[in-house]
């Protein structure tokens, strides 16, 4: 059996906080995709969207994205985000991203990106690299 | 009965977008939210949250956000978000915010918010000033 | 005599200011960009940098800014800033960025561009629609 | 003799870029402020400026900063960016930051704050345990 652990830290700085003295709403977003980014990172070898897009032409643009906020991230301990891919249909894939601080729950989302032709911008089928690549860590109940 | 139509318009730049030539999704929440921002600003009269947290103590942290993406955003036109509260129950008030350009949906967004005292972080009822300026513009067939 | 004289207006949010109550240190860069790309937008009829880029294929990477920082900008006033172009090279050109907010000085930046062929990431000197368009703007007593 | 090397690493990732397919440069100046702000977290063994202004009551807000461009940042390799504290002034702290990529010096950039009593918004001297954890770091050949 595949372990499926994946989690990147971020660390949260001051100019991510807003005058609440807790990080901005708007970042909370942007923490979750950079640690999809790093989850592509890793298992492809190479840096993530730039090099799904820049090299391979495999754009994956985002159609949908969800989150619930739980407690509020701070720059006192290291943010830990943990991904997983959860479902892989023939044009989507979809990832759950938990966000912990000090083994605290911050956020939960879920986030679905579709693949296209990058340099068209046309909708394409999981390309089967990929589809390999991606298969053996999908979490179906988490998503 | 009362026009509860708002509209915010943003300047999407250079900066804004990535690789892709479209606006980074990590972008497109802080639009979004920028666009309540300005909803509370106008409503308010005083800077939105800012104003909210500062000079009245009332903090709006938000537990819960989803947005769907239908069309790209760049900066060839500016975007327009209207903005409507969907909701107003006890302690939360929702929000329904849609992203357009050039006549097109580019996303639709949902969002909800907690009242607190801001400077004790808790939860604390709808205050009655802002209940009473909120009602009027509720929209609950947009929730 | 031409009037050189642009100013660009920015809402100044909750989410660019940190837990000392006003615009974090980091986004102030990006506002005197945004002024400088909205200054192109104005000249160009395109959308600024954008516009540059991908329909003309003209790249102006930065190779230089500096800043002085004088008063705090806050969510309280819009921050209204004044571009000119101070300085037109064979190969570069140099803007003089001043933000203000309720007639107070907030900022003062200097920033110097390169011109490239965009596609090709190479240097080239400044194609002649592009001088003709600045030169009656330059303000040399600004650099 | 004191070690004064300082180095810190980030992840530049897909959203930090534009679509000339580098970082932003917008981004770069909050590269070097997220540099400054980790080391004082290694220094101060609290959360960087989050620490100062909460925990001791000392703000450092930025009177200038200051960035040459040498070489683009882009995913493909982390970013290295090295600080110094370059002078210690009765009221005043200055840094140098170096970012490199793969070898190569991306941006060379100097940057000034004053000391201020955090919650009065008042200029104070830097205060003396201040004064005595910078002092050995610094780098008068630097600035």
Redesign the interface.
């Known amino acids: 059996m595949t372990d499926t652990s994946f989690s990147h830290e971020i660390?949260v700085?001051?100019?991510d906080?807003?005058?609440?003295?807790?990080a901005?709403?708007?970042?909370l977003?942007?923490f979750a995709?950079?640690a999809i980014?790093?989850w592509w990172e890793t298992h492809l070898g190479g840096?993530?969207?730039?090099?799904l897009?820049?090299d391979r032409n495999i754009?994956t643009?985002?159609?949908?994205?969800?989150?619930?906020?739980?407690n509020?991230v701070?720059?006192?301990h290291r943010l830990i985000c943990e991904v997983w891919p959860t479902r892989l249909g023939d044009k989507s894939i979809s990832f759950c991203v938990v966000g912990s601080q000090d083994g605290k729950t911050c956020f939960i989302g879920s986030f679905t990106c579709v693949f296209t032709i990058?340099d068209q911008?046309v909708s394409q089928s999981a390309p089967d690299p990929i589809r390999k690549l991606v298969e053996p860590h999908i979490r179906p109940d988490l998503s």
């Not at 840096?47 to 090099?51: F, K, L, Q, S």
């Not at 643009?61 to 739980?70: D, G, T």
């Open positions: 660390r700085s001051w100019g906080c807003d005058p609440a003295k807790i901005y709403t708007g970042r977003p942007s995709l950079e980014d790093a840096p993530g969207w730039y090099h897009e820049l754009g643009p985002f159609v949908h994205l969800s989150m619930n906020f739980q509020p701070t720059p006192r990058a911008f």
